[in-house]
């Protein structure tokens, strides 16, 4: 039987984090988490959208427990305060779904000059995992049986490159190598926290998941910017030709986040077409995503550039 949104389960008494929370994967993971009793802190760049979300997230679960704070993962300052403000209000996170992500975008930079697309999709998290490590090493977990992190990443994690010499694209950029190289990014911190877990002789576990290809707003906002009406409609045609629907997108994400069945540092993603669809299952990353050199490269460059350190 396929894994659907009707197992995930009785989450009361769970604190929930989900990054990009007010639409597209994040807005439904938030809905179905919130439809099983777990109390959803709603982190989303624009207040604005996240109250709209809120407002219909509450009209089909009339109970929602539903925190909606301020969180711009383009912004050190921002991610501290944030943290800061979970810190002062919860003893506990027993799940923290690193959700929000720019994707194929011109290049652009973050408020502390890193390159956009892995300063949100990467850094951003990656700082903000550390600085709530501590709330999440006190929970219990979705299950009891441990906290979990989850990655967000991609299937193109399978064509990304981590570029040290050049990471945030200051010499030569391209958009779909800049977003590939996030996503791969986010499978290197995904496992390589996990390794860190398990040496400390932690409960919690780091997993990561890919949506395959989903219907959401992240597709239009490269074409947007680039304004390129051309793309734009390619791109509307692609989510109605190939696409599953958000929802479906969040199922990889849910299964990571609560099914027994997900271990540390396994990656989940859709079963069916060419891992764009179907419902989730354990998979196999690209063999550069289990790369623990670089990974543990990668993790010290992130330390360095973000002044975020793990206290494991």
Same mark, same amino acid.
């Given at each position: ?5 009707? @197992?995930?389960? @009785? ?14 994967? !994040? ?9 099983? &009793? ?5 982190? +989303?760049?624009s207040v604005e =959208? ?18 909606? =704070?301020?969180?711009?993962? /383009? ?9 800061? $403000?979970?810190? =002062? @209000? ?36 990656? /700082? ?11 929970? &219990? ?5 441990? /906290? ?6 991609? !299937?193109?994690?399978? =064509?990304?490159?981590? @570029? ?7 010499? %030569? ?6 977003? +590939? ?36 707003d992240l597709q ?36 990571a986040a609560t099914?027994? &069945?997900?271990? $540390? !540092? ?37 330390? %360095?550039?973000? $002044? ?5």
């Amino acid at each position: 039987m396929p894994w659907t949104s009707t @197992d995930v389960p @009785d989450l009361t008494g769970s604190t929930v984090v989900v990054t990009g929370a007010n639409s597209g994967l !994040g807005f439904e993971a938030t809905r179905m988490l919130a439809e099983n &009793d777990a109390d959803v802190v709603m982190a +989303c760049r624009s207040v604005e =959208r996240g109250e709209r979300a809120v407002d219909e997230i509450t009209k089909s679960v009339e109970d929602a427990s539903l925190d909606l =704070r301020e969180l711009d993962l /383009a912004s050190l300052a921002s991610i501290e305060s944030f943290a800061d $403000g979970l810190h =002062r @209000d919860y003893d506990a996170v027993d799940l923290l779904l690193n959700n929000a992500g720019v994707m194929a975008v011109p290049r652009q930079t973050t408020e502390d000059g890193f390159e956009l697309q892995l300063g949100v999709n990467h850094l951003g998290h990656f /700082a903000l995992t550390g600085r709530l490590l501590d709330l999440v090493l006190a929970a &219990d977990g979705p299950r009891g049986d441990g /906290a979990r992190v989850v990655a967000v990443s991609s !299937g193109a994690h399978r =064509r990304g490159e981590i @570029d040290f010499d050049d990471l945030h694209g200051r010499e %030569e950029y391209s958009k779909w190598g800049a977003y +590939c190289q996030s996503k791969l990014a986010n499978l290197l911190h995904a496992f390589e926290l996990q390794r860190r877990l398990d040496a400390a002789g932690e409960d919690a576990v780091g997993v990561a998941a890919h949506p395959g290809y989903a219907a959401t707003d992240l597709q239009r906002r490269g074409p947007e910017q680039e304004g390129s009406t051309l793309k734009l409609l390619g791109m509307k045609l692609l989510n109605k030709v190939v696409a599953q629907t958000a929802e479906r997108g969040a199922l990889p994400l849910l299964y990571a986040a609560t099914s027994e &069945d997900v271990e $540390g !540092g396994e990656y989940v993603g859709p079963g069916g077409w060419r891992r764009m669809r179907g419902y989730p299952e354990v998979q196999r990353p690209s063999e550069r995503a289990r790369d623990e050199e670089k990974a543990e490269r990668l993790w010290r460059v992130s330390e %360095e550039v973000t $002044g975020v350190e793990y206290e494991l």
